[in-house]
């Protein structure tokens, strides 16, 4: 009886300490993608921010257009939009946007990206664009 009981210590004591390191290993690890992901993100916002700085304007009238830089008619938006509130200079930010896209796409699921948004004082520019965005600005 007193053999049994030490035994079943022991392998209790064994199994404690197996769990204990399986759970420290899996935290540092689970710590590390963390860190790893936010310095992903970090650094594609930090390259986006340069194109944003260096990029071309365009002088747009108020209204909805693709990031292609089209009146918005009956294309598809789908594949992002942009929203200028009053005639302005637009930045150019069509391949920009879609670079940073595919960049955060490159390690963090579609399906967890609802919504790639840039917003100026004059223009909204969204990937993808949903039709709830027209309401975002009471000017178009």
Known sequence: ???SIIRFLSLNIIFVLCMILYNYVHINM???DIKNHYDRIISASNEFYQHYLNT???NKEPGIYTLSGEKHRDYDLSQGGFIVSEKSDVPNLN???NL???DLTSFID???IKTLSVVTPT???FLPFYPE???LDEKV
């Open 1 to 3: 009886m007193k053999k």
């Open 30 to 32: 689970i710590e590390y």
């Open 56 to 58: 071309e304007v365009e």
């Open 95 to 97: 391949k920009y946007i």
């Open 100 to 102: 940073l896209y595919k």
């Open 110 to 112: 579609k399906d967890k």
């Open 123 to 125: 223009a909204s520019f």
């Open 133 to 135: 965005y027209v309401d």
